[in-house]
């Protein structure tokens, strides 16, 4: 089955300092990868998606992640955080082994960003 | 427009009330899902509804009663629920086509307690 583990449920890091929260993926088959936000009593919101086409994945608010199949990784990253990036972080995986229509989520990161 | 919108924003309910939470969105997805979510954990799939049809069920009692009437809403009927139901309910949508999984968008949310 197809699984995702994120390495750290707590990340902090300084304004302006470089933000890396760690995904790694189980799959036998191609995953199809998102990454979401979720600020504190809100939805979540789509930050990125990796779906086979290209392995370096540019998504909004200046994030990016890159698929690596031989370390069966998809981290995100920032060059430089900012204070309103504070919020938690899901991974998630979906593909044929856990159904096309199944997201299945990580644990979730919590960012923390200090002046 | 990419807004999935979710009313009541918050609910309060007895163990005895029948209540109704709401979903709308106007992206012209037929895919769109139910979740819940504790604090400080990732979401879990609820009830996915393809093409107004229900198409998974992730075993939820039938104290959930879902009911899709056309391609923009949903609903999730509430009856005699417990105290341990209170979470945040997220609703999403997507595409749907088959073999490929699509990003979900999703809603703000209803924060639903139950005394």
């Known amino acids: 089955a197809q699984s995702v583990t994120q390495l750290g449920s707590h990340v902090s890091v300084s304004e302006g300092a470089l933000v890396l929260l760690r995904c790694n993926y189980s799959?036998?088959?191609?995953?199809?990868l998102f990454w979401y936000v979720q600020y504190p009593n809100q939805g979540l919101q789509l930050l990125l998606k990796?779906?086979?086409?290209?392995?370096l994945v540019k998504g909004i608010n200046g994030f990016e992640a890159e698929f690596k199949k031989s370390e069966t990784s998809f981290h995100l990253t920032k060059p430089s955080a900012h204070m309103s990036d504070a919020a938690e972080y899901f991974c998630a995986v979906s593909g044929k082994d856990t159904g096309f229509q199944k997201l299945v989520f990580g644990t979730g990161t919590r960012l923390l960003v200090s002046p | 427009d990419t807004e999935v919108t979710q009313t009541p924003k918050h609910l309060v309910m007895g163990m005895t009330n029948k209540k109704s939470l709401k979903c709308e969105q106007h992206?012209?997805?037929?895919?769109m899902y139910w979740y819940k979510q504790k604090a400080k954990k990732p979401p879990e799939l609820m009830f996915v509804y393809s093409y107004e049809k229900l198409s998974i069920n992730e075993s939820v009692p039938s104290r959930f009663s879902p009911e899709c009437p056309n391609s923009s809403l949903l609903n999730l009927h509430l009856h005699a629920l417990q105290p341990e139901d209170s979470a945040l309910y997220l609703c999403a949508s997507s595409l749907f086509q088959g073999r490929n999984s699509y990003e979900q968008y999703f809603g703000p949310g209803t924060r639903l307690t139950v005394t």
């Open positions: 992206m012209g997805h037929r895919a």
């Open positions: 990796y779906t086979s086409a290209a392995t």
């Open positions: 799959s036998s088959v191609p995953p199809y």
